[in-house]
């Protein structure tokens, strides 16, 4: 079993400008509260092929995630696979509403082992998840509309 978990907002800035935040993988930690460290695990920092290990705090939890991009279509959608502890799949997309407003959707489905308490902790977790990533687009949304 596993559970998705989805999140969006309207942010006051140009597709471009909005790509051009999100993009910046190292800079992710800026706005995601849960993610305390972003370390590079390939040569690459951007596109299809690029890994990355995450520490990620939730609440009492620290745990490392590590993640693999498999798609990367520009100013469109970012998307990776969870290959660690949790697993699963997400991706980020960018839709232009206007020229001035951009539509930014978080999307994952994630599975968590059965010492994270298993499909009970997906459960328990999504609303949790869900308050922190909400959390999350706020602080980006402040970022870019600076």
């Known amino acids: 079993m596993s559970k998705t978990i989805a999140v969006e907002t309207k942010i006051n800035a140009s597709i471009d400008d909005v790509w051009s ?3 910046i993988i190292e800079n992710h930690s800026n706005w995601m509260n849960d993610a305390e460290e972003i370390n590079f695990q390939s040569t690459t920092k951007s596109g299809v ?3 990355i290990k995450v520490l990620t705090k939730i609440g009492p ?4 995630d590590y993640m693999i991009f498999t798609k990367w279509e520009e100013k469109k959608s970012i998307g990776v696979e969870h290959i660690g502890i949790v697993t699963g799949k997400g991706e980020m997309q960018f839709e232009e509403i206007s020229e ?3 539509k930014f959707k978080w999307v994952e489905t994630l599975k968590f082992p059965y010492y994270l308490a298993g499909p009970i902790g997906e459960i328990f977790g999504k609303p949790i998840i869900e308050f922190i990533w909400k959390k999350n687009l706020k602080n980006l949304k402040e970022i870019i509309e600076k």
């Open 49 to 51: 092929g690029t890994e």
């Open 21 to 23: 935040e999100v993009s």
């Open 100 to 102: 001035n407003i951009t």
């Open 61 to 64: 939890i620290k745990l490392y």
